[in-house]
């Protein structure tokens, strides 16, 4: 069975800082890896995916992700951060084998942007 | 191009009523999928469709739950007796195979509140 980690369910920074998320994965086979944006009572919104491509991924507004396979993370980062940011973000991991194609999802963290 | 519809966005219902939330999928797209997102939590897989037909329901409550996707027409996801702890938001999400990776492109979710 596969699962999703996201070590810290809530981070603030400044306007302008780093924005590193933390997202790390267990699963028998090499996933798919996606992260999703979710602003209040909206839906998800794909920011990126992984797909044994470039080990580095760039998503929309800046983000970008790194797929590490020796630490089974795929972290999420932004050099700088805007207040457009704040919001709710999910990794999730879908398996390649078989016909299983549902998504599980970490449980979110939900970023702070500080003026 | 539409993207993924669902109503009601808001839902109340009485303890022992019945819900239907309702998914059109993106034109062209056949394969529907209904996550349960409960509050201050992440999403959880429940169903996987197929026109006519229910692929994966692992997720799915054995009682008081069932989903459809029929040939014309959205997928329903019914709730029968609804009871308080089925308060919840609901997404459903649609995608199309290709090259064997499946972005999963999200509704804007129904929110169940249980009385």
């Known amino acids: 069975a596969q699962s999703v980690t996201q070590l810290g369910s809530h981070v603030s920074v400044s306007e302008g800082a780093l924005v590193l998320l933390r997202c790390n994965y267990s699963?028998?086979?090499?996933?798919?890896l996606f992260w999703y944006v979710q602003y209040p009572n909206q839906g998800l919104q794909l920011l990126l995916k992984?797909?044994?491509?470039?080990?580095l991924v760039k998503g929309i507004n800046g983000f970008e992700a790194e797929f590490k396979k020796s630490e089974t993370s795929f972290h999420l980062t932004k050099p700088s951060a805007h207040m457009s940011d704040a919001a709710e973000y999910f990794c999730?991991?879908?398996?390649?084998?078989?016909?299983?194609?549902?998504?599980?999802f970490g449980s979110g963290t939900r970023l702070q942007v500080q003026p | 191009n539409a993207g993924v519809m669902q109503n009601p966005r808001h839902l109340v219902r009485r303890r022992g009523q019945e819900a239907r939330l309702r998914c059109s999928p993106m034109?062209?797209?056949?394969?529907v999928y209904w996550y349960r997102q409960l509050p201050e939590e992440g999403l959880k897989f429940m169903v996987y469709?197929?026109?006519?037909?229910?692929?994966?329901e692992s997720g799915m409550p054995k009682e008081r739950f069932s989903a459809e996707f029929p040939k014309e027409g959205p997928s329903i996801l019914r709730i029968q007796q609804v009871v308080r702890g089925d308060s919840a938001a609901y997404f459903c999400?649609?995608?199309?195979?290709?090259?064997?990776?499946?972005?999963?492109?999200f509704g804007p979710g129904t929110r169940l509140t249980v009385l």
């Open positions: 999400a649609s995608s199309l195979i290709a090259g064997g990776v499946d972005e999963q492109f």
């Open positions: 999730a991991v879908s398996d390649r084998s078989g016909g299983r194609r549902a998504l599980t």
């Open positions: 992984y797909t044994s491509a470039a080990t």
């Open positions: 034109k062209g797209h056949s394969h």
């Open positions: 469709l197929q026109k006519e037909n229910i692929i994966d």
């Open positions: 699963s028998s086979v090499p996933p798919y």
